[in-house]
T-cell receptor, first 111, second 114 residues
Framework: DTGVSQDPRHKITKRGQNVTFRCDPI?????LYWYRQTLGQGPEFLTY????????KSRLLSDRFSAERPKGSFSTLEIQRTEQGDSAMYLC?????????FGSGTRLTVV | AQKITQTQPGMFVQEKEAVTLDCTYD???????LFWYKQPSSGEMIFLIY??????QNATEGRYSLNFQKARKSANLVISASQLGDSAMYFC???????????FGTGTRLTIIP
C-alpha cells in the first residue's frame, strides 16, 4: 500500500452529466476526507468519514453531491447534474490521529 | 471559527538561499495543530511538517523548520538551502480540537531561480 489512490486523475464532462470519483485510502486509516480545490485557492473541506459513517458535511456539499464509504474501505464522491462551477480538483485524504495523507486528486472540467 | 492567512501570493528565491513563507492563524481553541503542505504542479498535497500548540520546541524535518510564535499566532515555514525541486505551491493549514477537518490558507507559490 503506497498511499492514497484516486481515480480518475482527470475527467472532462458535459454540463448536466453525472460523474463519480473513487478514493482508496491507506488501508489502516479509518478516517477519510474529501476536499475541493478551485484555481488559486487552498483546499476546502467537503465531508469526512470515520469507517463507514459520514460524520460531517460542509454546506459546500449541495444536494447534487453525495459521498459514500461502504464497508469503511474505499469511498466514492458523486456529482449529479454537473455545473461549470463544479470544475475543480477533488482531493481525498486519509488520516491517522495527527497526520493526513492526500491523494493526487481528480481534476474535473465541466464544459 | 478557524482562519489561516498567507499574505505572500508568490515568492522568487535564488537557489541555495533560505526562504521563509509566512502563515498567521486565528482560533479560540487552546489545543490545535498546524501543518504545512507542498503542492507541485502534479496536484498531490505532500505533508512537510507539523507543530502542535503545546509543543515546547519548534518542529524541524530535514531542511524544513517551523518558526512557531504562539503569542503572535504565526507559524512560518523556513526552507534552508533551497533547491530547484522546491518550486511549488505551499499551503499552511490548521486543525483544532473541535474539528476533524483541516482549514487551509490560500497558499504561496514559491519559484526557485537557478
Amino acid at each position: 500500500d503506497t498511499g492514497v489512490s484516486q481515480d480518475p486523475r482527470h475527467k472532462i464532462t458535459k454540463r448536466g452529466q453525472n460523474v463519480t470519483f473513487r478514493c482508496d485510502p491507506i488501508s489502516e486509516h479509518n478516517r477519510l476526507y474529501w476536499y475541493r480545490q478551485t484555481l488559486g485557492q487552498g483546499p476546502e473541506f467537503l465531508t469526512y468519514f470515520q469507517n463507514e459513517a459520514q460524520l460531517e458535511k460542509s454546506r459546500l456539499l449541495s444536494d447534487r453531491f453525495s459521498a459514500e464509504r461502504p464497508k469503511g474501505s474505499f469511498s466514492t464522491l458523486e456529482i449529479q447534474r454537473t455545473e461549470q462551477g463544479d470544475s475543480a480538483m477533488y482531493l481525498c485524504a486519509s488520516s491517522e490521529p495527527i497526520g493526513y495523507t492526500f491523494g493526487s486528486g481528480t481534476r474535473l472540467t465541466v464544459v | 471559527a478557524q482562519k489561516i492567512t498567507q499574505t505572500q501570493p508568490g515568492m522568487f528565491v535564488q537557489e541555495k538561499e533560505a526562504v521563509t513563507l509566512d502563515c498567521t492563524y486565528d482560533t479560540s481553541d487552546p489545543s490545535y495543530g498546524l501543518f504545512w503542505y507542498k503542492q507541485p504542479s502534479s496536484g498531490e498535497m505532500i505533508f512537510l511538517i507539523y507543530q502542535g500548540s503545546y509543543d515546547q520546541q519548534n518542529a524541524t524535518e530535514g531542511r524544513y523548520s517551523l518558526n512557531f510564535q504562539k503569542a503572535r499566532k504565526s507559524a512560518n515555514l523556513v526552507i534552508s538551502a533551497s533547491q530547484l525541486g522546491d518550486s511549488a505551491m505551499y499551503f499552511c493549514a490548521m486543525r483544532d480540537s473541535k474539528n476533524e477537518k483541516l482549514t487551509f490558507g490560500t497558499g504561496t507559490r514559491l519559484t526557485i531561480i537557478p
